[in-house]
T-cell receptor, first 114, second 110 residues
C-alpha cells in the first residue's frame, strides 16, 4: 500500500471552529489531492497540489484552503467549519500527472461538525 | 446530467455467479478510465485501468465502448470477498482531475 497517513482519523468539532487535516506521504510523489466523499455525490475534488507551494482549486473548494510547505505534507484547513462540511475526507497522491496515472488514497478522516 | 453515472445497486448475487456493471460518461473528451473498489468505511483502491482494447485481470474483465460512452466491469466466479462498492473513474482530456461515479454496491451471498 502507498505510504499515506491522514490525521486525525476522526474528529468532532463545533460550527465556527477552525479545523486542519493533515496528509503525510512517504512516497516522494509530486501530486497530492484532497477529496470529500458524501452520500449521493461520490468523491469530489477540493484542492490539489502539483508541487511545494503550488496548489489549485478543485470543484468544491469554497470554505477550504490548503498549504504545502514540504513535498511530504499537504494540509487542508476549514477556516470556520460549517455543518455542510461534515464528511469523509480523503487524501490521494500520484507520482506524475497524466491521463493514465491512477491515484492512491489514504485511509480517510471522518469529520463531524455539530 | 452527471459526468459519470453508475447504477447504485445494490446488486445481490450468489457466490460463484457472474456479475456485470456498466458506467456511462457524458464527456466525449474523456481520455482514460479506471475501476476502483471501496470496502465499507475504507479508502478507494485501484482495481484496474481500462484500455481501449479491453483488458482482463484474473476473474475481472474491463471493457470500453467509446462510441456509446460506457465502460463495463465483469466479475466471474464471484467470491464473498468481492463484496464492495465499485467506483467508475474517468479522466477528461486536458483536465487535472479524476471524475468519480457514485459507485455500485455489490454484495456476494454465500
Amino acid at each position: 500500500d502507498a505510504g499515506i497517513t491522514q490525521s486525525p482519523r476522526h474528529k468532532v468539532t463545533e460550527t465556527g471552529t477552525p479545523v486542519t487535516l493533515r496528509c503525510h506521504q512517504t512516497e516522494n510523489h509530486r501530486y497530492m489531492y484532497w477529496y470529500r466523499q458524501d452520500p449521493g455525490h461520490g468523491l469530489r475534488l477540493i484542492h490539489y497540489s502539483y508541487g511545494v507551494k503550488d496548489t489549485d482549486k478543485g470543484e468544491v473548494s469554497d470554505g477550504y484552503s490548503v498549504s504545502r510547505s514540504k513535498t511530504e505534507d499537504f494540509l487542508l484547513t476549514l477556516e470556520s467549519a460549517t455543518s455542510s462540511q461534515t464528511s469523509v475526507y480523503f487524501c490521494a497522491i500520484s507520482e506524475i500527472q497524466g491521463p493514465y496515472q491512477p491515484q492512491h488514497f489514504g485511509d480517510g478522516t471522518r469529520l463531524s461538525i455539530l | 446530467r452527471k459526468e459519470v453515472e453508475q447504477d447504485p445497486g445494490p446488486f445481490n448475487v450468489p457466490e460463484g455467479a457472474t456479475v456485470a456493471f456498466n458506467c456511462t460518461y457524458s464527456n466525449s473528451a474523456s481520455q482514460s478510465f479506471f475501476w476502483y473498489r471501496q470496502d465499507c468505511r475504507k479508502e478507494p483502491k485501484l482495481l484496474m485501468s481500462v484500455y481501449s482494447s479491453g483488458n482482463e485481470d484474473g476473474r475481472f474483465t474491463a471493457q470500453l465502448n467509446r462510441a456509446s460512452q460506457y465502460i463495463s466491469l465483469l466479475i466471474r466466479d464471484s467470491k464473498l470477498s468481492d463484496s464492495a462498492t465499485y467506483l467508475c473513474v474517468v479522466v477528461i482530456q486536458g483536465a487535472q482531475k479524476l471524475v468519480f461515479g457514485q459507485g455500485t454496491r455489490l454484495t456476494i451471498n454465500p
